[in-house]
């Protein structure tokens, strides 16, 4: 088993981060645009970018006024900052992290539960991380109700994989003090539960 950030800096190294581009695309979407549609301007941050992808993306809207990548893995950020020279990208753990501005939309896309405590950094993004009436915004494919992802942890040798249900990923987006949290799937068929998406309102 190796650690989550070990394997993904291989991934960048062989090219396998593109295909999560691909499969993550539709539902990071709609996760913008639920998290955009209302404001007329706003600042972003995608905690764990990977290769940078989205902020490329998000960049592209004329309301997004600034955006920040940040990812633990030194092969992803190096791989972002290639691609992308004219946003700002942070190779640092995400628990310890701190931006120097809070930001409008914290974004997240099949991160959260390679994180030992999820409820801890949830807390640390809360507290640190949004502007008040700022949105979190988190899309996750590995959950409790998604059985066809239950066997990811050891076909892809990840150490660390926290397997919850959607009420207990709601949970922890309350008791970190987030309000008006919701949660949907998006991109359900018949053997995949698509991906749960929660958010909240700091
Ligand atoms: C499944 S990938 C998703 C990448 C990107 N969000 C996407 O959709 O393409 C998970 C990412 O989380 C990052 N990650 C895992 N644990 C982390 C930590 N403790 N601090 C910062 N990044 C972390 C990994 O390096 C990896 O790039």
Redesign the pocket.
């Known amino acids: 088993m190796n650690t989550?950030?070990d394997v993904?800096s291989e991934w960048a190294q062989n090219g396998k981060?593109e295909g999560?581009?691909r499969h993550?695309y539709q539902s990071?979407m709609n996760m913008i645009n639920f998290a955009s549609s209302k404001l007329s301007k706003y600042s972003f941050i995608?905690a764990?970018?990977?290769?940078g992808?989205?902020i490329r993306k998000v960049t592209e809207d004329p309301k997004c006024s600034k955006a920040i990548g940040?990812?633990?893995?030194k092969n992803?950020i190096d791989k972002a900052k290639r691609l992308d020279v004219k946003n700002k990208y942070y190779c640092?753990?995400?628990?310890t992290w701190m931006p120097n501005e809070k930001a409008d939309i914290i974004h997240?896309?099949?991160?959260f539960y390679?994180?030992e405590n999820p409820g801890n950094l949830i807390k640390h993004i809360n507290n640190n991380w949004i502007k008040i009436g700022g949105r979190l915004i988190m899309g996750i494919d590995f959950y409790m109700e998604n059985k066809t992802s239950h066997s990811w942890q050891k076909e892809c040798g990840i150490s660390i994989m926290k397997l919850y249900s959607e009420i207990e990923w709601k949970n922890f987006f309350k008791n970190a003090g987030l309000s008006k949290v919701e949660s949907w799937r998006h991109g359900e068929s018949k053997d995949w539960g698509g991906t749960l998406i929660v958010t909240g309102v700091h």
């Open positions: 989550p950030i993904f981060d999560m581009e993550h990071v995608d764990g970018c990977g290769n992808w989205v940040v990812d633990g893995s992803m640092e753990d995400l628990l997240s896309m099949e991160v390679y994180f």
